[in-house]
């Protein structure tokens, strides 16, 4: 799966963009599989030879932070299942998302 195509690079915003907004943008939502682990990008830049996100985290803590798109997609589940991009997520506020999660 191409974790991060053209059309979905052209919906993050820049980095620190959404950084005085109270309630930032979710624009793309990444899962493992077989875990519980979610990444919620919210933001996101070329860097040199990686694309840097900035977004809400939830794994074995659950926080805002940078990841790179070359450890999405090298990292596997414990199941061996690689990181995948929800297809059908459609971008929302990240009080949506926790509220969603929270429910889950």
Not at 48 to 77: H, R, T
Not at 79 to 86: N, S
Request: aromatic fraction near 14%; charge should be negative.
């Amino acid at each position: 799966m191409d974790l991060l195509p053209a059309e979905v690079r052209k919906l993050l915003p820049p980095l620190y963009s959404q950084e005085e907004t109270k309630d930032p943008i979710a624009q793309v939502k990444f899962f493992t599989p077989d875990s519980n682990w979610t990444w919620y990008a919210t933001e996101g830049a070329e860097q040199e030879d990686d694309f840097l996100f900035f977004g809400y985290v939830i794994g074995l803590e659950s926080e805002w932070g940078y990841f790179v798109l070359s450890e999405l997609q090298s990292a596997k589940g414990p199941l061996g299942l690689p990181i995948e991009r929800e297809l059908y997520f459609e971008p929302k506020p990240i009080s949506v998302v926790l509220a969603s999660e929270r429910r889950s």
